[in-house]
């Protein structure tokens, strides 16, 4: 059974003027794309962001999809539809499913690009781009950037350094620091962060955290566990056994012949983020959306 989560805290100095960056630039676009880790879609939505962009169509990323139980990301996808968002799933750093992304802005921003073609023009269509630490925003942006004919460049009438990529579909990109909130209000959504490396692992214990993935992990996909580290996962099994476990069949032995389970720790959890067990998604949305 799985143990109560710890309470982690991490809201560095440079979110709060990330945060006052945001607002003064929602000015400039039309729009915001929203990545979210499709394993952990509610815990990694930052709420800061639905309160700061209230008002702009939406464009939700659910990134590292194939990573992620696809059945599970459906009813995500059913979810953000139903609340009038345009969703797309996709893997920045494979490439697969970004071609889709131009398509969906241009879809979203329909009315915006019949008002321009009816006064004769053809203004580009400028969205932010924001999302969590380590959601995978920089590794989309790089991707569309290598992919454009204008990199990164200062577009006229916007203050100067701030990074545009432009991609095909006439469409501007403003890119963004990642951004966190200051307080987890729920322990499940701070440990689903940690998990997924949105909080860094230097603020908080990795062995409670490695224990406590692999009891979620003995639940929900057992068959990864004992085909990688050649467990037998019970889900009643505490975690420390576990991971005490997947050292010694790894070999992690100390001075001693201790286990080093930091070590055995530190390469669940790389392994993890890393896709290398399996499509796992660790939350789902309401019951009552259906895809």
């Given amino acids: 059974?799985?143990?109560?989560?710890?309470?982690?805290?991490?809201?560095?100095?440079?979110m709060t003027k990330t945060r006052r960056m945001i607002e003064s630039d929602l000015k400039l676009v039309d729009a915001v794309v929203e990545l979210l880790d499709a394993r952990t879609p509610k815990s990694s939505q930052n709420p800061l962001?639905?309160?700061?962009?209230?008002g702009k169509k939406r464009l939700v990323v659910l990134n590292k999809s194939d990573l992620a139980d696809p059945a599970a990301n459906r009813l995500w996808m059913a979810h953000f539809k139903a609340q009038g968002a345009e969703v797309v799933?996709?893997?920045?750093?494979?490439?697969?499913?970004?071609?889709?992304?131009?398509?969906a802005l241009r879809r979203l921003l329909k009315e915006k690009i019949e008002r321009d073609q009816a006064r004769g023009m053809n203004k580009p269509l400028r969205a932010m781009v924001l999302g969590i630490p380590n959601v995978g925003k920089s590794s989309l942006i790089n991707r569309l950037a290598k992919a454009s004919?204008?990199?990164?460049?200062?577009?006229?009438?916007?203050?100067?350094?701030?990074?545009?990529?432009r991609m095909e579909g006439n469409i501007d990109l403003l890119d963004t620091p990642?951004?966190?909130w200051p307080k987890f209000e729920d322990s499940e959504v701070s440990l689903h962060l940690a998990f997924?490396?949105?909080?860094?692992?230097?603020?908080?214990?990795?062995?409670e955290i490695a224990c406590?993935?692999?009891?979620?992990?003995?639940?929900?996909?057992?068959?990864?566990?004992?085909?990688?580290?050649?467990?037998?996962?019970?889900?009643?099994q505490p975690g420390y056994e576990l991971l005490t476990k997947l050292g010694r069949n790894r070999g992690f032995l100390i001075s001693g012949g201790e286990i080093d389970t930091e070590r055995a720790a530190r390469i669940l959890l790389d392994e993890f983020r890393g896709g290398?067990?399996?499509?796992?998604?660790?939350?789902?949305?309401?019951r009552e959306v259906t895809p």
Avoid: C
Avoid at 196 to 207: F, L, Q, R, S, Y
Avoid at 279 to 285: A, F, G, I, K, N
């Fill in 49 to 54: 962001i639905e309160e700061l962009t209230k």
């Fill in 178 to 180: 990642g951004i966190l």
């Fill in 149 to 165: 004919k204008v990199k990164v460049a200062d577009r006229p009438g916007v203050t100067r350094g701030k990074q545009w990529i």
């Fill in 89 to 103: 799933e996709l893997n920045a750093v494979t490439g697969k499913g970004v071609p889709s992304l131009a398509p």
């Fill in 276 to 286: 290398k067990l399996g499509q796992v998604t660790l939350e789902l949305p309401p």
């Fill in 212 to 236: 406590l993935l692999l009891e979620r992990l003995s639940r929900l996909n057992p068959s990864a566990l004992t085909a990688r580290y050649k467990l037998e996962p019970d889900p009643e």
């Fill in 1 to 14: 059974m799985d143990r109560e989560a710890p309470y982690i805290q991490w809201f560095p100095g440079h």
């Fill in 196 to 207: 997924t490396g949105a909080i860094k692992d230097d603020v908080m214990d990795v062995e």
